[in-house]
């Protein structure tokens, strides 16, 4: 079975300082992780995928698959980062399927 | 760009009542995914189609059913809605032969049973 932990349900961080959102995750194979952003009312929007191991709007996540993680990080947080955030992995569910299983999210808030 | 289209936008329905939620999209993909999100509890997978006559149960499919009438459109239905199945309701889709296994959103209906 395969598992994604956020184990902050929110995170304050004041503008300019550094962010680290957690994620873990569990599953035996070679996992593809995501993270998503949720803006205030709006859909899920792909942020990352740890394949591309590219920099979108100062975001950076490394797999690091010892520790079973996928942390996002940015050094300066910016007011707009204010979201929810969402890791997620695609795993291999049987059948010749994959399935996104998502952590429960992490309320990031950038206080001015 | 709205790939994926969900419609309403925004429900509100009576107890008992039946509701039909509807997801369109234009990116061809097969596979189309309908999820709940409630605050604390992440998404919740309820159904998935990986085609036209593929459906599966998710996570917490129980009160709940889908309709694929083609490739681009997926409906989920209340067929007795209960005020405990008020939530954020996403449609989203996939292509994993282009070697992405992300997931492109809707925009979500918000449904509230009173």
């Known amino acids: 079975a395969q598992r994604v932990t956020q184990p902050e349900k929110l995170l304050s961080v004041f503008k300019g300082a550094p962010v680290e959102l957690k994620c873990n995750y569990s599953?035996?194979?070679?996992?593809?992780l995501f993270w998503y952003v949720q803006y205030s009312r709006q859909r899920l929007q792909l942020l990352l995928r740890h394949i591309s191991r590219e920099s979108i709007k100062g975001f950076t996540a490394d797999l690091n698959k010892g520790e079973t993680s996928f942390h996002l990080k940015k050094p300066f947080a910016q007011e707009e980062d204010s979201a929810m955030y969402y890791c997620a992995l695609s795993g291999y569910s049987g059948a010749g399927s994959y399935q996104l299983t998502f952590g429960k999210g992490t309320k990031l808030s950038v206080i001015p | 760009d709205a790939d994926v289209t969900q419609t309403p936008r925004n429900r509100i329905t009576k107890t008992g009542k039946r509701i039909m939620l509807e997801c369109s999209q234009t990116?061809?993909?097969?596979?189309m995914y309908w999820y709940r999100q409630d605050p604390g509890l992440g998404l919740r997978l309820i159904y998935y189609s990986f085609d036209v006559k593929d459906i599966n149960k998710g996570e917490i499919s129980d009160g709940y059913s889908v309709s694929r009438q083609a490739q681009a459109k997926f409906s989920l239905s209340l067929e007795s809605a209960i005020p405990n199945q008020t939530a954020l309701y996403f449609c989203a889709t996939s292509d994993p032969s282009t070697g992405n296994y992300g997931y492109t959103f809707g925009s979500g209906t918000r449904l509230t049973v009173v």
């Open positions: 599953y035996s194979g070679s996992p593809e």
């Open positions: 990116k061809g993909h097969d596979r």
